[in-house]
């Protein structure tokens, strides 16, 4: 398992070291000048970031904070909600807090590909610049390729993912040992007074050359966010027993190089390989970028599908690409739109040093409010002391603060890219997230309570028809409108009426024991609750067929699903939505997947009653 995670946890923070050192040193808006007592200190700050922000941030405490094995910003999101001691305007927050992180992972999903891939091409500069012309088109060509293969699937190449990378850390460990030999003194940096003095030494150069060492633990996070397809303790002993000390001991070799060669400051990583294995490091890096890669692209597909069960975003179409591994899902409109952005990125930034200025704002940021939504979590539901848990928030945010101030000089110069991206993607998940809350309780001033319907019944109604009439609806408590529609328009009522609301809850899956509860009320009316998880896959027909043990009998051909369609009309008048959002909601509710498609409910059973709904 270890094994495998490598494949998809650790392949964005593995490809760090093509990049660090060189913005640090070379490329970066605010270089260091190379002098052995600043090498010492960025090694050295280097190892305390990855001890502190990955090994004892997220392995130690926050990887603990599962709900029920899940990890990633929903997942902490919805376990902080879940505290229920909240006022609201804290439920408020955490829930833009939960937004905010998931749009900047977006950003996130779209530079790494970019930055990875670029960099591992750029390789081939170093062994001749006559390559130089075809890096931006050679980049293009596989970043095309790598988003058309999506919609085939990573279940059959998956495999491969874990014993690649695992290679690939070797090769780090092994590059970096080579070069350590040449200056052993090096080791020395992971004594925390080096990086004590580079500050103290070069205050103003040392704090923004931060914007830079973070580039060493960007990928950090999704040790916590992949959790739910390893455990914790594979991930944990990767890290700690191979991942880290491999990394590390190639930014040792590279701050070695540096120190024997000044003039390699130019691209450090692959000028630490004797030159004739150049070719096949080139080679290496680039299949180990493309799986870096995969891994956000799929992060971004999972996040998508967890954010539209929990209500943040609209429906769209989600195909499942294998057949034994339930978490293989491909979402054609989120995966254009991803390459559309990732190609933008490469043709306006055409190199991976401008692209290294975009990256770390979003990442940083996002880290700073994985450290809240903990907070949260260690002093609500885990019951620690406030001291305890104020210590824990103030020197985690301390250490994350200081990374995100040091990006934020470099937003002008590319890191304003990932704050309009995500700025653009949580105004989508609000305006939704806000627009649905208001369609809900619209309709649920409109409707009828159920209890008196069923007791007018008994003094004469519609005229009753065999079969079974199917109302999904989201009040439980009330009369669905499309119920009233049927009896407006038709005049008739089945004789088994079932009511179905569909309730997601706030942990990855519902086991199928717990999926449906069943209430027999009179009049042959059956109110059915179906539970999923935010990481299940809804099936109506698969639940409905679980009901016969209560008496309900589902047979598909003599079932009609009835679905209201409702149509937004933006309200002219004063309403609690800006007239623009309003349109936004409208827009994205008249393009979200039909409900029919989304519960996968046969086709040729449904009907579709519409009506108009102001807001």
Partial sequence: MSVAA?????GDIGTSPLYTMREVFSSGHHPVPVTPDNVLGILSLVFWAMTITVSLKYVVFITRADNKGEGGIM???????RT?????????LLSVLGMLGAALFYGDAVITPALSVLSAVEGLEVATPAFKPYVVPVAVVIL???????????ASVAALFGPIMLFWFATLGGL??????????????????????????????????????VLAITGGEALYADMGHFGRRPIKWAWLVYVFPALYLNYLGQGALIL???????????????????????GLATVATIIASQAVISGAFSLTSQAIQLGYCPRVLIKFTSEREKGQIYIPNINWLLLIAVLALVLLFRSSSNLASAYGIAVTLTMMIDTVLAFVVVRALWGWHWAWAVLFLSFFVVVDFAFFSANIVKVFDGGWFPLVLGGLIFTLLATWRRGRSMLYE?????????D?????????????????GVFMTADAEGVPRAMLHNLLHNKVLHNTVVLLNVNVEDVPHVPESERITVHTLPEGFFKVMVRYGFKDDPDIPQALSQCAAYGLDYQVMETSFYLGRETIVPRARVSRMPRWRQKLFTFMFRNAESATTYFKIPTNRVVELGTQVEL
């Fill in 144 to 154: 095309i390729g790598l988003f058309a293969f999506q919609r085939s699937g990573t």
């Fill in 260 to 282: 024997d060669n000044p003039q390699a400051i130019q691209n450090p990583f692959f000028r630490s390989v004797p030159e004739v294995l150049l070719y096949p490091l080139v």
């Fill in 452 to 468: 008196a319907f069923i007791r007018s019944l008994a003094y004469g109604g519609p005229h009753r028809i065999e079969g079974m």
């Fill in 75 to 81: 997942a902490l999101t919805s376990l902080a909600l």
């Fill in 6 to 10: 490598m494949g998809v946890v650790y």
């Fill in 84 to 92: 229920g001691r909240l006022q609201p305007n804290m439920v408020w």
């Fill in 442 to 450: 619209k309709l649920k001033q409109d409707s009828i309570p159920l």
């Fill in 176 to 213: 970096g040992v080579w070069n350590i030999i040449k200056h052993p003194a090096v080791i020395a940096a992971i004594n925390p007074w080096y990086g004590f003095q580079f500050f103290v030494t070069n205050t103003s150069l040392a704090f923004l050359s931060l914007g830079a060492v």
